[in-house]
């Protein structure tokens, strides 16, 4: 009965049909979501769903993956869901897109020690660059796995300086590296990439160089702040 009463009371404030807003609720049950914090997954998926335009079963399947990956608990996925969400309306990428590129990237994106904010911001400028999502994902996957194996490829010198960049912070290892890429003459760059990368990754990651802008623009949006520190993307699927 207190769940009806709770599903009916959000058909005021969300445009969904109870029944709709009911399948969200039972599969954050199927997802082991305690009671008390049922309501509140439906509010937020429920939001994703009208503001990134997927459906409801998507969007609930969609973060219920990424709070698995990125060991996020379920009733802060919202942040996530801000965060997509602004980086869609200050960008060329749909929020879809992004919540598809994030969970083809999620474990090794982890591993190279982004934040799932930070991934998103990564996901968001490759498709702001023309990459598809599934694209992007290959090619974030790629080109992280390359650079966290970077002594096994025989990079030359500076291996262990990355690896240990990469280790103490992972997003301003990358920007680094690509802005050293950046800063070889035009005709040496793609070279440096097929070395690096091998030809499979180094056309997307050449996009990255090119689009430096755009990926600090993506970076950038993500750490602006309102009143009090806030976070100013927080609330944007409201």
């Known amino acids: 009965k207190e769940m009806e009463q709770d599903i009916l009371r959000l058909t005021r404030t969300i445009p969904m049909a109870g029944s709709e807003l009911a399948k969200i609720a039972a599969s954050g049950g199927q997802l082991g979501i305690a009671r008390k914090d049922i309501s509140s997954f439906t509010e937020t998926i429920a939001k994703m769903s009208v503001a990134f ?6 969007a609930g399947e969609s973060m219920a ?3 698995n990956v990125y060991q996020i608990p379920i009733t802060q996925i919202g ?13 060329p990428a749909k929020a879809s897109e992004i919540v598809n590129a994030l969970g083809r990237v999620g474990g090794v994106a982890k591993q190279f020690g982004l934040t799932e904010l930070q991934t998103a911001s990564l996901s968001s400028a490759f498709i ?14 790629g080109m992280l796995t390359k650079l966290m194996t970077a002594d096994k490829e025989g990079m030359g ?21 690509l802005k050293q890429i950046e800063k070889l003459p035009k005709e040496n760059q793609m070279g440096a990439l097929v070395d690096l990368f091998g030809l499979e990754y180094a056309d997307d990651v050449a996009a990255l160089v090119g689009g430096l802008d755009t990926y600090k623009k993506s970076i950038e949006e993500l750490k602006k702040t309102g ?9 944007s699927m409201e």
């Open 157 to 177: 010198t500076d291996s262990k300086a990355l690896k240990k960049a990469i280790a103490e912070n992972g997003e301003q290892a990358l920007i680094d590296f």
């Open 79 to 91: 942040k996530l869901g801000d965060a997509i969400n602004h980086l869609s309306n200050s960008s």
């Open 65 to 67: 993956k990424l709070a």
């Open 53 to 58: 335009d997927m459906s409801a079963e998507q």
């Open 128 to 141: 702001a660059l023309g990459r598809t999502p599934e694209v992007a994902g290959t090619a974030i996957n």
């Open 227 to 235: 009143k009090g520190g806030t976070p100013e993307f927080m609330g």
